[in-house]
Each structure stands twice: as C-alpha cells, then as structure tokens.
C-alpha cells in the first residue's frame, strides 16, 4: 500500500501541516489493510501506536456482560490509539473493520523526534486527543447513566409488580365475595332484631375495625384460632377456621363473640356471625386493595423525587434527606435481595440547600449501589445526615469487605474499577466527586476490613430553611 502526502492531506487534522512534516510520518509509519471483521484491536491490548484511517469504518464495541455492544464508529479520517502526552495504556474496547480499512500506524517511540521535526503536528495531535477525552467521557457517562438506569428500572418493576398483583388478587377475591352477597343478604333481612341489639352489635364490630389489633405470637394467635373455631362449628359451622382466621385478624376475642350472643339473645347465631365475617372480608379485602395503592403511589412519588421531573433543571433549595429516602426507596429491591438492615439516622436540624438535585441523587445511587454491592447477605447500610453552621455532611456506610489500602488512593481517578466486566465502567465514583465538586463539596473514604465509610459534605452558605420552615443558625 503506496501513501502519498496528498492522502495525508485529506486528513482534517494534517491538511494544513507542511509537506515535510508528513513526509516524515509516512517514513516513520507501519501501513496496514484490515479486511471486514477483522480486529484493528482487541479489549486489553497494549497501546503503543497511533493510528490514522485513510480508508474504511471501524465499529468500536464494549463488553457487557457476555456480549459485545457497540457503543460508536472510527470513520475515514479519523485518528486514534496512543497521541503524544497521553496516558492510555490498553484498550478498552475492541476495533472491528465493517469493510476493507487502509490504516498507517506510529510507534510511540517516534514521539520525541515528532517534537523535534514538527511542533505544529504535536499540537494538532494533542487537540485531538483533548476531543477524544471529552468525547469518550461523554460517551460513558452517557452509558453509566443507562447502566444505572437499567438497575433502577429492573428494582422498580419489581417492587411495582408485586403491589399490582397484590390489587389484581384482592380484586378478584372481592368480587367472588360480592357474588355470594345475595344470599346472604337474605339471610340477613330475614333476622328479627331490636335496634338497640343491631346498634350493640356495630359498635363492637366497627371498634374492632377502627382499633389496631394486638400483636400476637403465632402460637397465641393459632390458639384463639382453634378456640373460636371450635366455638363456631358448635353453633353449627361447618369450617369455623376461615372465619376464626378473619375474627382473631380484627383483634375479636371469643369473650366478643360470647358478649354479642348474649346481646341479640342466642337468637340467629349462625347468620349474624355469617354476616359479620363478611363484613370483615370486605374490610380485608378493601385494606389491601388500599395499602397496595398506596405503595404504588409512594413510588411513583419516589420516581418523581429521585428525578425531578416535575421541577425545573435549576439549582433549588432542597431537603437532602428526601433524596437519599427516594434513592432508597429506588434500591429497595436490591437492598431485599441481600437482606441488608438500613439504618436512617437522619439529622432534624438538616438545613434546605441549593442543589441540582437529578444530580445530587445520582451521587447518592451510585455510593448506596456500590455500598450494596460490597456487602454479603445480612449486611448493615447505614445512611447519616448532620450539620452544624458551616457544612452539610452525609456519611453512607457499609459492612462490606471494604477497599484494599494499596487502591484507595486511585478509586477517584476516570475508568477506574473493580467491579468485573459489564458491571461499570468505572466512571461512578469520578462522576460523584465531579458533581460533588461543582456544589463546592467534598467527599472522602474511609475504609478498612468490615467497612467503609463515604463521608461527603456541603457548604451551608447561609441560613436556610429546615423540614419545618424556620430558620437555621
């Protein structure tokens, strides 16, 4: 493959560099045809050459998990692989040509002559490695936020799933219930009582219904469930055991059984304690219709917190506390998976301050995520907020394996990670120092065999409103 300087000229980057500059880099340079599919470079190869594309495409692709995902593509003219001044020392990725590619290739070791015979050419070179960062940057952290998208959104489905089944089970149950109210409803009607009985007997059963009921031990509970039962197959039940189940849940004793057959004189037993389990089923029933709606609501509130949708992108004075909650809330069904015990030790004299809260979040998924991540089964997060006049701080808190002495110093630093292949990018902790920073704040580790401790705080710049509205000193 004969190269020429007017091909080195079509090349953005080198179109204005002097002939005898890229007469050089043809001297110096290794030329290379790669056919289609065939690997430029492979994920873990050392960086030693910087190459030029003349002709052709490369796709450039990025392990996750078990499979190759592209991430973008190396055009015609595009320059890349190690570039004076910088500090790249494998590849990351792998290089696959999608057609016949014409590529030249320069050793590192020329970089000092390059200095010598061309400033020009260091300079372009090192404006296209200053893109290049910015751009791959860009590019992973862009993938890290869909990485940590795909882990919220895997957590949320679930934990939306089982409250949706537990409204479509109740539901169902409800109206199979519904169905035998006719009947029993003629039961009812049939019953010749005074109101002064009928109003006795509401109100035990709607204190019982109003009333939480006690907290009872299994075997204490089995033991009114048996006693009941039995109570109610005597008065002529055939199963007294779903009905006991439903009297004991509502906190309804026999001696409340005992009492209300007295008060309508033994007359109608069978019927009136019939209808009184219906009326508690329907209680039942509707109570965990309720409380599913309700979980679906707290997260979907938890959804908007965490991200802000409903709020402009500026900086606003917010409660961190709800922040770290939301994220919680986000991670919970990671946090079930390990049986992890979350301890909230929440300040309450945490002021309000500005912040970009999507972002501040951020932070707070990805410290809580790798926190989870680090610990075994059985694990303790604790999560810490306080403040005095001057700083805001928060403490996130594992008992994992913690961090090695010898990488504790590097965690900070771009694309560093121990996590294995496809599980980050290594871009988490960088990304939560740089938002850090731009709130002015500061983060720190701490970390030894059985725990580590991330300690970030932010400036209280001045006195701000606390949960309730007053000021702070």
Known sequence: MQISIADLRRIPTLQDLEDGALQWLIDHSECRVLQEDEYMFEKGDPINYMHILLKGRL????????????????????????????????????????????????????????????????????????????DFTRLQQQNEKMMALGKLSAGL?????????????????????????????????????????????????????????????????NSQEDEIAEWLEDKG???????????????????????????????HTKPVFNWLNNVLTTER???????????????????????????STEKAEADIHQGLSSTLTMLNHKLKQKNIQINKEYAD????????????????????????????????????TQANNQTLRVDIIDTGSGIPPDIQGSIFDPFFTTK??????????DIVQKIIEQHQGTIKVDSEPGGTQFTICFPIHSPSRNKSGTGSP
């Open 420 to 429: 294995g292949v496809g599980q980050g990018s290594g871009l988490g902790l």
């Open 285 to 311: 029933l509707v109570k965990e219709i309720e409380e599913a709606s309700q979980r679906i609501s707290t997260l979907i509130q938890s959804v908007k917190t965490y991200t802000h949708m409903d709020r």
């Open 59 to 134: 796709r450039i692709k990025v392990q996750q998990g078990k499979q190759l995902r592209e991430i973008s593509a190396m055009e015609t003219g595009t320059i890349t692989g190690m570039l004076p001044y910088s500090r790249m020392q494998e590849a990351t990725g792998f290089g696959i040509a999608t057609e016949e590619t014409h590529v030249i290739s320069l050793h590192k070791k020329h970089f000092v002559e390059m200095e010598q015979v061309s400033r020009d050419m260091v300079q372009a070179l090192v404006g296209v490695m200053t893109t290049r960062a910015r």
């Open 157 to 221: 489905a679930h934990e939306l799933n089982n409250p949706a089944a537990a409204i479509v089970r109740s539901s169902d149950i409800l109206r199979q219930h519904m169905h035998q109210t006719p009947d029993n409803f003629k039961k009812v009607i049939l019953i010749r009582l005074d109101p002064e009985q009928v109003d006795a007997v509401n109100d035990i059963l709607f204190s019982k219904i109003s009333t939480p009921p006690p907290t009872l031990s299994m075997m204490e509970r």
């Open 349 to 384: 004299d945490v002021p309000e301050i500005p912040i970009y809260v999507s972002e501040i979040n951020q932070v707070w998924t990805n410290l809580i995520d790798n926190a989870i991540d680090a610990m075994d089964d059985k694990g303790t997060l604790t999560v810490r």
């Open 237 to 267: 039940w055939d199963d007294g055991y779903e009905a006991a189940e439903n009297f004991v849940e509502f906190g309804i004793t026999l001696d409340d059984l005992e009492e209300m057959e007295e008060i309508i004189e033994g007359k």
